[in-house]
């Protein structure tokens, strides 16, 4: 019996290493052997945020197709947009050999890649061809710098532009724990010199094409409410569409089981939705509810998704969950979240977002 790359995925999740399991996904996709939903996202899921009309809130998160290989197929099995990279100027290799990890008692992992990417030049060819051949979906292109880069202004710089009109929106990371000094672009000074100088370039590229692209920020779950609470003032005053929260997080909570809670990296999955859930929550009333805020940590279902969207987030991402379970999760939770939406009187997605901090 032929078999679907969700099932193709669990099997080689359980039986191949972490990476080689990872590879042989994106591989079958590629060829794709994944499931193509009939189902389409009821009206009731649609919303448009920062000029962008989404099918549905369920997005899949940065990391998975690291070079944008095969975001038209991710597309097609029912998500409502999916965000490729991190990409940074340069091709790298990302830290040595084992890197990422699976948790298996806690459906989790723990990852340390540190932005292993082919480089701007082959995501732009990659989204280049799946546009020609009439790619349907929003994409977002996720910017990082590269690993031996000093200045970071010029790295960001350099893929926003070079990925300018190759993206619905693009994503600005200052959070991912595995390239050193990364997240220190959190703090305040850092923060406003790199968006001030993206916003410029943004601005300029904007005047020449006649399209200005949405910028959203990335965030760590390991900030205080403090931070929180600047980096909300920062973005409130300037033109950044919205707020990814949350990243991977360096945390290591005590219900982890795994013997490789020990790994250094960031974990992600269910044991980071609660420090995800509350960044959210916390965010959502920083900006008082002014900015679309996209929820992601831990969702694995559409109770989860439509927790993040009543605590306030617009728009949801997931990506460990589909390593556990497979391409079908995106229709599972689309369906799921509509029912759930239904059953409490909303007519739109929309309708919902912060429900439970009002
Ligand atoms: C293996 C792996 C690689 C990731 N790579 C990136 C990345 O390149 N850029 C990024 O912004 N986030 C990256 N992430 C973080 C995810 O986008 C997401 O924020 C995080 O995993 C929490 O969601 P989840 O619990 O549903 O996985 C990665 C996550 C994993 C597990």
Do not use: C, W
Request: positive net charge; without cysteine.
């Amino acid at each position: 019996m032929a078999m679907n790359s969700s099932a193709l995925m669990a099997l080689a999740a359980g039986l191949l290493p972490e990476e080689t399991a990872h590879a042989a996904a994106v591989f079958s996709v590629k060829l794709g052997m994944m499931p193509l939903p009939s189902y389409v996202p009821p009206s009731m899921l649609a919303a448009t945020h920062f000029g962008l009309k989404f099918p549905s809130p369920v997005g899949l998160a940065a990391g998975f197709d690291k070079n944008a290989e095969i975001a038209d197929k991710i597309l097609a099995t029912g998500f409502g947009f999916v965000e490729v990279g991190t990409v940074t100027p340069r091709a790298q290799p990302g830290n040595p050999k084992p890197r990422l990890f699976r948790l298996k008692e806690d459906k989790a992992l723990i990852n340390r890649l540190g932005f292993n990417n082919a480089g701007m030049k082959v995501m732009r060819a990659n989204l280049e061809s799946q546009r020609g051949a009439g790619m349907l979906g929003i994409v977002g292109v996720n910017i990082g710098k590269n690993k031996d880069t000093e200045n970071a202004l010029a790295d960001y710089g350099a893929a926003l532009t070079h990925l300018y009109d190759q993206g619905d929106y693009i994503t600005v990371n200052v959070s991912s724990p595995n390239t050193p000094g990364l997240r220190m672009l959190q703090e305040s000074g850092r923060l406003i010199e790199l968006l001030d100088g993206l916003i410029e370039i943004r601005n300029a590229e904007a005047e020449r094409s006649g399209r200005k692209i949405p910028l959203l920020l990335k965030v760590a779950p390991d900030l205080t409410s403090e931070d929180r609470a600047d980096i909300a003032k920062i973005v409130l005053a300037r033109d950044i569409a919205g707020i990814i929260l949350t990243n991977t997080t360096i945390a290591r909570p005590d219900a982890l089981k795994s013997a490789r809670r020990i790994e250094t990296g960031g974990l992600s999955g269910p044991p980071l939705l609660p420090y995800a859930l509350a960044s959210v929550k916390d965010m959502y009333r920083l900006t008082e509810g002014k900015l679309p805020l996209v929820g992601v940590g831990g969702i694995s279902s559409a109770a989860d998704a439509y927790r993040f969207i009543r605590a306030g987030a617009s728009l949801i991402q997931l990506y460990t969950a589909l390593v556990y379970r497979g391409f079908g999760l995106a229709e599972e939770i689309t369906r799921g979240l509509a029912d759930l939406l239904a059953k409490d009187g909303f007519a739109n997605v929309k309708d919902a977002v912060g429900a439970d901090a009002k």
